[in-house]
Nanobody
Framework: QLKLVESGGGLVQPGGSLKLSCAAS????????IAWFRQAPGKEREGVSC????????KYADSVKGRFTISRDVVKNTVYLQMDSLKHEDTFVYYC?????????????????WGQGTQVTVSS
């Protein structure tokens, strides 16, 4: 059974950093396109970053480019989202998602498998 479990969220001050983890089971992370999304209550989900299956090429939303870094560890079967220079407006529930339907990742809501989410709150 394919499963994604996020962790690493929490409360951080503006300008601070957090590293989110997305632990995968039932598949290997380099065989799937994997993305991070974020969502506020009552709002649409926003694609933040993603990593291709295979070659590991990455994409970022303009709102996080230069501040967030996506990576994967095949040994730990985990995908990470390093978030630096956090702002109030980065406060969301963050989700990871995966699909084998395409290898080149996208930042749109086209993924099959989703984690349960982890809350990130940026506040002083």
């Amino acid at each position: 059974q394919l499963k994604l479990v996020e962790s690493g969220g929490g409360l951080v001050q503006p300008g601070g950093s957090l590293k989110l983890s997305c632990a995968a089971s039932g598949f290997t992370v380099d065989h799937y396109a994997i993305a991070w999304f974020r969502q506020a209550p009552g709002k649409e989900r926003e694609g933040v970053s993603c990593i291709n299956a295979g070659d590991g090429s990455t994409k970022y939303a303009d709102s996080v480019k230069g501040r967030f870094t996506i990576s994967r560890d095949v040994v730990k079967n985990t995908v990470y989202l390093q978030m630096d220079s956090l702002k109030h407006e980065d406060t969301f529930v963050y989700y990871c998602a995966a699909t084998i339907l395409f290898s080149s990742c996208v930042l749109s809501d086209e993924y099959d498998y989703w984690g349960q989410g982890t809350q990130v709150t940026v506040s002083s």
